[in-house]
């Protein structure tokens, strides 16, 4: 990539020296208001360009930073420390993802280094080391220290720096920091900070046969006329089943080859001693592709040929493409086409799915049709994996990437189409710690700087979305039938009210819904059961005083957990011993109140003992493959009924489920937030459309005491377009989004007096420019998490640029003043831009 820098040298002014300093800005991943200037080197000079890390020092900390910009404007406020050192020759980012960073940083009021911090994968930010430096100013006078600190001293006058790992081997001990602390103080040594790659490539021992026996005639001899070989008998063996090996798979591994032939080492090590064969060490990739192939075996039907004409139609006009397509009308077919058309053409693919949960149901399906072509990218790989993926993209080796939003921010090269499905999906939104970026807002800005296309895919698009295309931003495409003709799955409601339960408590199945799971399971059909809260029971009560167990560093009370046996507060994580006696009157009896995933599976096998019963929640699909196995399990039909939480509603696809079951509407129904009623649809919808997706035989039965609420009406009748109707009319009357932008401004401390008053001082100042868009503060319905008490601000501002820029200067100046008060030093601020 060629720069403005290096063609200043090569010209006829001379050297760099000749031209005056230079000086770069770099991104280091600190919150820091703004990036900081470096001088550059002039032996750097001809070298460096935007999109390399270089090595930096900052208050005796070494970061390793990335260049955004190189200028010879020298700061007026201080002298500029130089560059280190120069960590690549090659930019690892490209000039696309630095206007990435820039602008997420901008619009969600974060800093470029929050941003590269969420942004790279670990082992590009580097390590930093401890290292001790000794002071030579000390001398070498001894005698007022310690023993250890003598130890370490006299290593240090030997070897003038020790880095703490050996500090840790010359004291024999793992805890060595108060002796450094002491030699620190008595300023023996002084501590600098440097850094480390912690990348290594993975490595695999090959085995070679010596290219002497290549030749038939030779290896034929040795096989048949070496005395030495033939009276070794596991060696033959091992020779003959290393040259089988060679001739099925072409290269042999060490460890298959031992494997295969049931040898051991030091056979092996034999066969290396006599020339016979060879050990070679490689660098191999940590995660495995298939062979490059596009092979599409499938044709659209006439209604997804239709709609697939519609979006490349679309692609011409606008840049963004809404796909309303209902459960089962087979989106997935339509995106590998356009997949196919794109990298046909040499571009890259980004395919963003909401969680990881999505990707191994997908992945096996886009293998299928473009084998190596495709990679994933998550947070359940490793750093080193993460790392090669990063380096494919960059390369463009990999032409597909699926991923969760995280993959937003990989260097792709020649970006031709992202594809947002279940772009409705609230894990889209990073919540902590910043950037809290919406990645399907971001992924529409990504793309406009490749001049790439993007299509939003639901079948209960955002209320945002679908305005924005009837609005004519983006082009609306609708798919309204399912694949094959399949009819949409009847949905029944049942009342629970009308349900008698002796203990007073919330029924987990209802006598109807009991039925229709035994009808299927006589049929062989499989059953999904909802339910959106994990653990045994949400909470118990005390059956004397009404006391229920909280958790000492929230205001929530506890879950019961009876796989674990613990009370676990959902919010922090912390843990309890069960809780036998009440806190308050001493009585021993509780009652446990609402029922979890973990009860409801209890419930199923003590109902169905001839049913395999599973469970997908957090809880129980911990690991990177262990959500994968599960869905092979149940897409193979060796479970026959899957309860979960909001992992079993988005865009499965299994072909047996004849029945869904929604165990409690009225906690969906019941959110204090604007978006109940959306996200209470679309969860509702996209859970009954797993039913029956092949024969059209579906059945959804949803268990509720509310019955009047409005939504279900739509819900029964799957219908999304009056839905939004009835929705958008409320959105407007109270000024909710997409009529304006919402911010809403968190505020943190361990006080609760101080926080109120932060952010009283804070919506006051606010108020003389944004008083009539402000609201609050208020405390959220959890008003203390992991010991901080939380306060709330909210701005509903006019879709207007200018307004919504001036609002979020004004939040950062304010959250400077307030931070500058003795008072409100240690307040949290958290500005989140489009709140979820």
Known sequence: MANSVQHAISSDMGTASALGPFYAEIIIPLALPK?????????????????????????????????????????????????????????????????LWEWVANYYLCSEGEVMAAALPAHFKLSSETVLVFNEEYGSDFSDLGHDEYLVAEALLIKKELKLTEVQQVLDAVHVYPITKKLIEKKVCFVWEALKETYSPKKENYVLLNPEFEDEEKLSKLLNEDKKLQRSEKQMELLLSYLHLQKTTGEVTKSALLKKSGASDAQLKGLVQKNILILEKRNIGRVAYLPKNIQIDFELSNS??????????????????????????????????????????????????????????????????????????????????????????????????????????????????????????ASYKQQEPAPRYHARDAAVYYASLFNAKVLLGSATPSIESYYNASTGKYVLVELNERFGNVRMPNIEIIDTKKIINKEKNKIILSPDLQQAIELSLSKNKQVILFQNRRGYSPYQVCQVCGWVPQCRNCDVSLTFHKLSNKLQCHYCGSTYPPVNNCAACGNHQFVQRNFGTERIEEYLEESFPQARVARMDIDSVRGKSAHDNLIQLFEQQRISILVGTQMVVKGLDFENVELVGILDADSILSFADFRVNERAFQ???????????????????????????????????????????????????????????????????????VVENAAAVFAMNLHRDFGKYLVGPAEPIVNRVRNQYLMEILLKLPKDAHTIQLAKLSIHQQTVILQNDKKFRSVVIIPDVDAV
């Open 304 to 425: 997804q040929q239709d709609c697939f004409l519609q979006v490349n139609r679309s692609f011409t006009e606008k840049q963004v493409c809404l796909l309303h397509g209902i459960t089962s009308s087979g989106k997935t077919n339509i995106y590998i086409k356009l997949i196919e058309q794109y990298i046909r053409s040499g571009k890259q693919v980004l395919y963003l799915l909401p969680e990881i949960a999505l990707t191994s149901q997908i992945i096996r399906r886009l293998q299928k049709h473009f084998g190596g072509y495709i990679g994933i990218y998550h947070s359940k790989f490793s750093q080193n994996e993460r790392l090669e993926i990063w380096n494919k993209i960059r390369s463009g080796e990999l032409k597909i990437l699926l991923g969760a939003r995280s993959s937003l921010f990989l260097p792709f090269e020649n970006l031709g189409l992202v594809i947002v499905d279940e772009e409705h999906d």
């Open 35 to 99: 990036n900081y200037t470096w001088l550059l080197p002039a032996h750097l000079v001809a070298m460096a360009q935007p999109g390399c890390r270089v090595e930096v020092a900052l208050k005796n900390k070494k970061y390793a930073g990335v260049i955004k910009r190189i200028h010879q404007d020298k700061p007026e406020a201080f002298a500029p420390k130089e560059i280190l050192n120069l960590l690549d020759t090659v930019p690892v980012i490209y000039k696309e993802q630095l206007q």
């Open 683 to 753: 969860l509702m919808e996209q859970v009954s459309g797993r039913a029956g997706r092949k024969d059209g035989e579906g059945r959804v039965l949803i268990q509720v005491a509310n019955t009047k609420h409005p939504v279900l009406a739509f819900v029964q009748a799957h219908d999304y377009k009056n839905f939004y109707r009835y929705e958008i009319e409320g959105r407007q009357r109270f000024f909710y989004p997409p009529y304006s932008r919402i911010i809403m401004i968190r505020f943190r401390h361990k006080l609760k007096d």
